[in-house]
């Protein structure tokens, strides 16, 4: 009976473990700075990995067998930490990044490859683990809103705010989802409707350290925040919301709200002034 749930167990395990997605990242030597090329390769990992419910990504510094131990641990270390602000500056949650670790050197006898150079290149790497939840969890409902048109033909007052929900960007970019683009039309067209409302477009994202802003991943700027309340901005003057009623401003990651990373990815109205509201 043992051996059966043992075996059990091991299976469970196995398949566990296959759903597990792994990616390697390659450096120079001496260098913790990440090359161009695998930089585009870990952006592209990670637009593999953004839609899944992740439990937990691994980080691991790796050196080869060149330098001191305590040099290796150190550069391993600082690889390990690149990659994790990698991760930080594309919006993906850090609290899920459980180790983020410098491992030292690989002996070179672990990899079956002849060229002592292939070698040390192949070990001068950091490997990430991204392990998906398994089956993914049940996600939560969440309370329906008033639609943000109705809110715009109510009451308003200056410093009124309200969040554009249901305008869902792409992870790590500023364009706004397919999916996005009827909700968005009826916003403009009730915002053409209302012209007596002057107002900031806010935007914001997940993630980053020290409130900074998020790097773009189509124009490789860390203006996301920015480009993403430009991207509406943009959008409601196409549409023929006057452009001196409007302005937009990137609020980079200065106010979470503490929830799930996925809603600090925002755009928010701030009304600035209501024509009549004085008089």
Known sequence: MKNIVL??????????????????VYFETDQYEIPPTEHYRLLLFLSEIETLDIQKVSIYGFTDDRGSDSYNLVLSQNRANSIKTIFSNNEFDESIITNVDGKGEVLLKLVKEEDIHKIRGLNRKVEIIVQPYNPPRVQKVVEEKPKVEDIIKGTLKSGDKFTLDNILF??????????????????????????????????????????????????????????????????????????KRMKYVGMRRKFPLGGEPKFDRRVEILVTYVSGENN
Do not use: W
Not at 7 to 24: D, R, V, Y
Not at 224 to 240: E, F, N, Q, T
């Open 170 to 243: 792409k992870t790590g970019y500023s364009k706004l989802l397919p999916e996005s683009k009827p909700t968005l039309e009826s916003i403009a067209q009730a915002l053409l409707e209302r012209k007596d409302i002057y107002f900031t477009i806010q935007g914001h994202v997940c993630c980053t350290q020290n409130s900074r802003d998020a790097i773009d991943r189509k124009t490789k700027k860390r203006n996301l925040s920015v480009a993403r309340a430009k991207y509406i901005y943009d959008y409601l003057a196409k549409k023929g919301v006057s452009t």
């Open 7 to 24: 075996i059990a167990l091991l299976i469970s395990q196995f398949l566990f473990a296959q759903e597990a997605m792994t990616h390697e």
